[in-house]
């Protein structure tokens, strides 16, 4: 069983900066962050395979990272230069089959957190 519970959401300016969290619980083979912005599909930001290995998708590249606490079974996602595109309901997400590859669909995913609304006012 795994559980997911973001955190750290809220209203920047355009250009500002968030850190959101996600604390993890129960064993993962891929933990992503998605958003989902009104009228749109949910799509994935950053996947984090537990090799180690993160890719980012091309809207954020550069300007988001994601890092992990491994004594807090915490993942953050730092977001810089944030802009009116940007906002959405951000959600952790995990996938608890083997996989090599960290998939980007969001029906691939298993286990799902709350979620935690960014607001970007331009």
């Known amino acids: 069983q795994v559980q997911l519970v973001e955190s750290g959401g809220g209203s920047v300016q355009s250009g500002g900066s968030l850190r959101l969290s996600c604390a993890a619980s129960?064993?993962?083979?891929?933990i992503a962050w998605f958003r989902q912005a009104p009228g749109k599909a949910r799509e994935a930001v950053a996947t984090?395979?537990?090799?180690?290995?993160?890719n980012y998708s091309d809207s954020v590249k550069g300007r988001f990272t994601v890092s992990q606490d491994n004594d807090k079974n915490t993942l953050y996602l730092q977001m810089n230069s944030l802009n009116a595109d940007d906002t959405g309901l951000y959600y952790c997400?995990?996938?608890?089959?083997?996989?090599?590859?960290?998939?980007?669909?969001?029906?691939?995913?298993?286990?799902w957190g709350q979620g935690a609304q960014v607001t970007v006012s331009s």
């Open positions: 129960g064993v993962r083979y891929c």
């Open positions: 997400a995990a996938v608890t089959r083997l996989l090599t590859t960290c998939p980007r669909r969001p029906t691939d995913y298993n286990y």
């Open positions: 984090v395979h537990f090799t180690g290995s993160v």
